[in-house]
């Protein structure tokens, strides 16, 4: 296993450095990059537009207008990000079961869906992201150890379960 590490190539041991690393912080702190993450692009948007939108009206305190539109859109964008993942699991799946079902039926499990999305945000996304990291760490991990499909099955199983302890503690 050591002489593949140092027969790897320097940028697939660096890149799968990087993935192994990303992974972790996924697997760790999911849920806060996710929130982070939204408030950014929530912030940057607001910002853009307030700072567009006011620019004829305010001159050179656009800078002003553009932050004060970057926290609010950005707090506002981290507040409703729950009610956005209802909205968009609710569509998807009436999206998916009208087809399937009657409208009506449908309907119902989609608004079920979304006030289920809507109470379990933080437990969902604490699974989804302890998953997603320790998928992406085995990505890191496999550019330059070659590993069993049981011991990756392992590795998955574990850091999702460690993960999900990390971030739901005290919740």
Known sequence: MLE?????????????????LLGLILVFAGRGVIKFIAFLIGGIVGGLAASTIMAPYLGDATILAGVIGFILVGALTQLLLPVGAGLVAAALTYLFLKPLLNMIFALIVAVIIFFSVLVLFNKTVAVGTAFLGSLIFLAGIKQFIPIDIY?????????????????????
């Open 4 to 20: 593949n590490l140092l027969q790897a190539p320097l940028t697939s041991l660096l890149m799968g450095l990087i993935l192994a």
């Open 151 to 171: 011991l990756s099955l392992l590795i998955v199983a574990v850091l999702t379960v460690i993960g999900c302890i990390v971030q739901l503690r005290g919740r």
